[in-house]
């Protein structure tokens, strides 16, 4: 019977890879997985993490499963993170999931149930397994207009004119902080005018917040988040502990329906329930309990909260590099957006010609619409990189 299923499309990004690991260039860098590297190209455990591991080797007695939902303190603490105290807890309904990918299918599959006519605006561009999960799945997506290759920025007004076409039963998916892959972000005076819309249109918003403390820190970078959570009717939230605690292979997640009607809390706790039963029954905890650690013990959370913060400077740091590298050798401040973006990505404007130009002359690898990820650079590759962009002609 297998041999009527069609062969799939290959992942660009996972191609990506391999042609990086088998190009033998020595001053070859990796602008295209999106993962954090530090200066000398690694991924580092946490401190923090460390030593939470440590704690939980010497306290686990047994690796029975926990709840449907995940152990109740991984979510009361990333609640908290996330949403601090501008929504009530008894109105928020929460599920561990398997990473941030993992809440985000939950999230549609829970949007489905409650519409099976479903459709899910989504940012043109958005982070590649959005689209791949909603057409796998059969949902019905809609572009909105986000980011103007000229500016660099955010294009608000066609974004709204899009979003105008949103009704009730829709979801509106939206980025919580560091759009990716484009790392331009709406301002707060952007944000209360798209929260005025939802509420006039009665879409549904959906927030994938992955990269919190990754822009202007941990707080600045849930201020969108709780803004639609306390101002809307109901809502979706999709967080992802991969980047923010550095526990990609452990897939951490959490899925967060909010409804302002606190009475709503017991039917989406019993459908997130339901859902992760239908799905893989009871999720990951390793990743969760360490978390859990790190956010309940004052000590490992200031060690915590001081490493993500040096991640998130020196990715700004390299920002600026490249953005004044790029004025010094292109005589323009045309690049400059570089510096504004947030985040581990920007979108660099470059068409796929000057992609493949910076692969094949220069041993840059980015993905095919120029998506690059910060974090792969260090201050020794910023002039390089620079060099190689105004020598492609980007």
Same mark, same amino acid.
Request: aromatic share 6%; with cysteine; hydrophobic share 40%.
């Given at each position: ?207 994938? @917040?992955?990269? /919190?403390? =990754?822009?202007?820190?941990? #707080?600045?970078? !849930?201020?969108? *988040?709780?803004? $639609?959570? %306390? ?43 339901? @859902?992760?039963? /239908?799905? =893989?029954?009871?999720?990951? #905890?390793?990743? !969760?309990?360490? *978390?859990?650690? $790190?956010? %309940? ?98």
């Amino acid at each position: 019977m297998f041999e009527t299923i069609k062969e799939q499309p290959a992942d660009k990004i996972l191609m990506l890879m391999q042609a990086f690991r088998e190009d033998p260039r020595e001053d070859k860098i990796d602008l295209g997985v999106g993962v954090y590297k530090d200066a000398d190209g690694n991924t580092p455990i946490m401190r923090a993490i460390k030593a939470a591991e440590k704690q939980l080797w010497e306290d686990e007695q047994t690796k029975a499963y926990t709840g449907l939902a995940g152990d109740p303190g991984f979510a009361d603490v990333m609640v908290a993170l996330v949403l601090g105290d501008a929504v009530a807890r008894e109105n928020v309904a929460a599920a561990a999931t398997p990473g941030g990918t993992g809440a985000v299918r939950q999230a549609f599959d829970m949007a489905r149930m409650a519409n099976p006519n479903v459709r899910v605006f989504v940012s043109d561009p958005t982070w590649p397994n959005h689209l791949s999960i909603l057409k796998h799945m059969g949902i019905e997506t809609v572009m909105y207009r986000y980011f103007d290759n000229e500016s660099g920025g955010v294009n608000f007004d066609g974004m709204m004119a899009d979003l105008a076409q949103a009704g009730k039963g829709d979801i509106v998916l939206v980025h919580g902080c560091c759009h990716n892959p484009t790392g331009a972000n709406l301002n707060a005076t952007e944000w209360k005018a798209l929260i005025d819309l939802l509420n006039k249109t009665g879409a549904t918003p959906m927030i994938d @917040l992955a990269y /919190q403390g =990754f822009g202007d820190g941990l #707080d600045a970078d !849930a201020q969108a *988040v709780r803004m $639609v959570a %306390s101002s809307v009717p109901e809502c979706l939230i999709a967080a992802s502990c991969s980047k923010n605690f550095g526990i990609y292979r452990e897939r951490t997640g959490l899925l967060m329906a909010v409804a302002q009607d606190g009475g709503a809390k017991k039917l989406n706790q019993g459908t997130l329930n339901y @859902l992760n039963r /239908q799905n =893989f029954s009871f999720p990951p #905890d390793h990743g !969760a309990r360490l *978390v859990t650690y $790190v956010l %309940s013990d004052d000590a490992l959370k200031a060690e915590w909260q001081a490493e993500l913060e040096e991640m998130r400077t020196g990715m700004l740091a390299l920002r600026e590099q490249l953005a004044g590298e790029l004025q010094r050798l292109s005589g323009s401040d045309r690049f400059g957006f570089l510096a504004q973006h947030r985040g581990m990505f920007s979108r660099l404007g470059a068409t796929p010609e000057q992609v493949e130009t910076l692969r094949r002359d220069h041993g840059v690898y980015m993905v095919g619409d120029s998506r690059m990820n910060i974090a792969g650079l260090n201050a020794k590759t910023v002039p390089l990189l620079a060099e190689a962009i105004v020598k492609s002609g980007v």
